[in-house]
Each structure stands twice: as C-alpha cells, then as structure tokens.
C-alpha cells in the first residue's frame, strides 16, 4: 500500500495538504519549463505568421516580375455583336473586322419511325457515321429500340451524338421518333453524313442515306465563322474559324462574334491597361507593408506604469532578434532602392514614411505609364524581382531564414516536451516517496499515542501512599 495516505489517522496532522504544499514547491522548476514551452510555442506562431505573408509575397511579386506580365492590355468593340480581349503579347493599335458569317454545329433530324430498321437476317441494321475526313464509324445497335440505337452513337465516340425525340404518332396511334444527330465540334470539321447501313456498304454505295429519306432535314448545315479584315482594298484578307472566336486574328488579340453579328463590321481599339498595372503595383505595396507591419507589431517595447508610479519595459516576440530585423531590412531595401539605371521608385509613386511604411500614389505610376510605358514596366519589374529574391530568402522551405528559425523553436519545444515529461515522471516517483514517508512518520506517531495512552492508564491505576500512614 506504498503511496496511499490516509490522511493522518495516527498523527492527525492532514499530510495530503503537507505533501501537496511540498509538491507545489518541487514543481516550480517544471512549472519554469512548461512557461518556456509557451513561450516558444507563441514564438513558432508567430514566426509561421511572418512565414506565410512573406511565402504570399514572393507569389505576388514572382508574379509581377514574369516576363511579359505587364504587358497588359485592354480592348474594346464598336459593336456590342462583337467582343474582343487581348492578351500580353499585344500591340496597341486599332483595326477594322468585317464578320460575315457566323459558325454553326450541324444537325441532323431522321425521318419519323416507330423502331430502328433490321438488316436481311432480321438482326438491327448496322448504322455508319462519316465526317468530314472520309473516317467511317460503323455502330451496330443491341435492338431495334431507339434507345438502344441512341446509347451505342453515343458510346462510339464518331463524329456526332444522338439524342431521341417525340414526332407524333403513325395511322394506327403508335408513337413515332426521330433520331436527331448533332456534330460533336462546330464549324465545317465537324460536317458528317450518318448511313443506315455497314461500313463497307456506305464504301460500296449501297447503304442508305438517312438524310436523303423523306421527313428527313439538315437543321442546320456545319459552317466556319468568317470575317475580313481590311475590306475592299488590295490588302483584303479573309478569316475563318470553326468556332465565333477568332483566335489571334491580331497577335494577342481575339474578337469573338456573336450569332447576330454577320454583316457588322466593328472597330477594335486595343490600349495598354494602365489599371491593371497599377493594381498590381498597389497589392505589392499593400503585401509588403502587411508584412512589415507584423513584424514591427512583434518587435515594439511596451512600457507600463505600475501603482508606484515607476515604468517597466517589455520587449515583443521579435524584440533582439536580428534574424527576423534582417527579413525587414531586405524587403524594405528591394522595395526602397533606386533601379539598376538609376530610378528611384517615387517616380513611380513607391515611397517610404518615417515609420518604414510604404505608401502608393497610383496617379504618379500611371503619369509615368503614359509618359513612358516600356521603361515604367521595366522598372516595376526590377523592384518585383528584388522583392520575390528577399521574400524567398526568408521564407523557402528549406534554407528560408524565417523557415529556419521556426524549425530551430519546433527542436526545442520537441526538447521541452521531453524534459517536462521527464521532471512529470521525478515528481511521481517524488509524491510517492513522500507520502510514503508521512505515512510511516504518522504509523510511528500513531504506536506512540497508544503507547503513551497505555502508560498514562498504568500510571493512574498505581497506589498512592501518604506520609501520614507511613508513620503508624
């Protein structure tokens, strides 16, 4: 029964209370390490804070710094049937497109029938599909049902789908279907011809086209998109498309027709997108500063008056440390120092306050878009580039030096653990003898009382004698 206390029935002193006082007192070096322990814990939060903003910064900024990422452009359509959008490869400029037709898929509706027709065995006839190249897709249904017949065209994967629709009903009432056939790509490579019969029957011209049957249609014909460009000149240029989007009609440039724009001729005026610059430079400015500002938040001494009226100082959780300083001094001077020709990055509205800070005057970057675009992208690109190499520096997965501080706290929180469980383990084994301890004080106490009890009984039963009888 080692380390059970039953609380001083021998001695009556309460000895759990007199063990947990001495325990208290035996655990401060723990309580002493558990502190610690927090302490770095909130060290690696912190620290994984700084890790992310300036992980977020160097995308930003990677971003920002690719080559051609500032070559931005807008453009706009005279005509609301006509869209346009230009990519970084672009030109500023303005260009006329007459769109003369637009693309169109084709379909193909069969003649009303009751069920898929049976070959000269009685067995579902074949049904061969051929597009625009000569290639045959031969599709041999399980039954004569035009479900059937719909899942297997489907399932080949030729040159058009099918679908099942309702057309009325034959003399007797049954219900009769069409099958409708559509191209699986629009514009003129998406043209097929649909046969009933096999393959080698559609080669040796004897297989039916289903087309040519009566109550059967073309809806609507395979056809490319078509525009001109510089019409009624020498220069004049035809464009076609399988779809409404004509793809770099001009380098970087795509002009999209709507179904109601044939016949409209629209200009497209292409510009430089001094808006998107400028957004991007502000969302560097605002990522850096959100960084810096962290850091400067965790770095700052507080100082607090006390009943007495004295002062105290405390540091934050980056207060001395100058693994952490230096990430902002590297940010600040990426963004801060003038360009390798020379500039300093006021001119395109960056510049610093007393506090570190930085502030962005959009109207000052886009005056220098407009005065000088290719060297104010240059630029802006060069201060990006710095600040993506500072931001990675800090926060690379392996050898960023934020990315190493944090590994560097996580090895001593792993540490901490294991000596505070360690001490966990003294201080069991410590209570343990204690109370075993107590309890041997207070079993020896307790064979005392009754020892003393016994003596005190066998010292009132003695006789007593007086002087007067010793006499007679």
């Not at 179904?259 to 400028?278: C, E, L, M, P, R």
């Not at 991007?280 to 850096?288: N, T």
């Not at 500072?390 to 050898?399: E, L």
Request: no cysteine.
């Amino acid at each position: 029964m080692t380390g059970v206390s039953i609380n001083g029935l021998g001695s009556g002193l309460d000895i759990t209370s007199i063990i947990n006082s001495l325990m208290q007192v035996e655990a401060l070096p723990q309580q002493q390490l558990q502190q610690t322990q927090a302490n770095d814990q909130s060290m690696i939060s912190a620290l994984q804070a700084v890790n992310g903003k300036a992980s977020s910064l160097a995308t930003l900024a990677d971003k920002m710094a690719f080559p051609g990422a500032l070559n931005l452009f807008t453009a706009s359509s005279s005509s609301t049937a006509v869209t346009a959008t230009a990519g970084t490869t672009a030109t500023a400029g303005t260009f006329s497109v007459q769109i003369n037709q637009t693309a169109q898929t084709q379909v193909d509706v069969t003649a009303p029938m009751s069920g898929w027709p049976t070959d000269s065995t009685g067995a579902p006839s074949a049904l061969t599909l051929v597009d625009s190249t000569g290639k045959q897709t031969q599709i041999t249904p399980a039954s004569t049902s035009l479900d059937d017949v719909v899942s297997a065209v489907n399932a080949a994967g030729g040159p058009a789908t099918a679908m099942k629709v309702a057309a009325g009903t034959d003399a007797s009432g049954n219900p009769l279907y069409r099958l409708q056939l559509t191209a699986a790509q629009s514009g003129a490579t998406g043209a097929f011809k649909v046969y009933q019969g096999s393959s080698s029957a559609v080669t040796a011209g004897t297989a039916t086209d289903l087309m040519s049957q009566s109550g059967a249609a073309v809806v609507t014909a395979a056809q490319d998109a078509s525009a001109t460009l510089y019409a009624g000149t020498a220069a004049q240029q035809t464009i076609t498309s399988s779809s409404n989007t004509f793809k770099n009609l001009f380098p970087g440039v795509d002009v999209t027709a709507t179904s109601a724009a044939a016949g409209t001729t629209a200009t497209i005026t292409v510009a430089s997108d001094n808006a998107g610059i400028t957004k991007q430079a502000s969302d560097l400015v605002s990522s850096i500063n959100d960084l810096l500002g962290n850091i400067a938040d965790n770095t700052k001494v507080t100082t607090t008056i006390n009943a007495t009226s004295g002062s105290s100082a405390a540091g934050g959780l980056f207060t001395g440390d100058s693994a952490v300083r230096g990430v902002a001094d590297a940010i600040t001077d990426a963004l801060y120092m003038p360009t390798s020709n020379g500039h300093s990055p006021s001119e395109f509205g960056i510049s610093i306050q007393q506090d570190g800070s930085f502030v962005f005057d959009s109207t000052k970057l886009q005056a220098a878009l407009t005065a000088d675009p290719a060297g104010t992208q240059s630029a802006l690109q060069e201060i990006a580039s710095r600040v993506s190499t500072a931001a990675k520096n800090a926060s690379d997965p392996v050898t960023g030096s934020i990315t190493s501080l944090i590994s560097g706290q996580q090895a001593d929180v792993a540490d901490l653990a294991n000596q505070i469980s360690d001490w966990g383990t003294r201080l069991a084994d410590r209570k343990a003898t204690l109370t075993a301890l107590y309890n041997a004080m207070d079993t020896s106490m307790g064979t005392l009382k009754s020892q003393q009890s016994w003596l005190t009984s066998q010292i009132a039963g003695l006789p007593t004698y007086s002087s007067s009888s010793s006499k007679g």
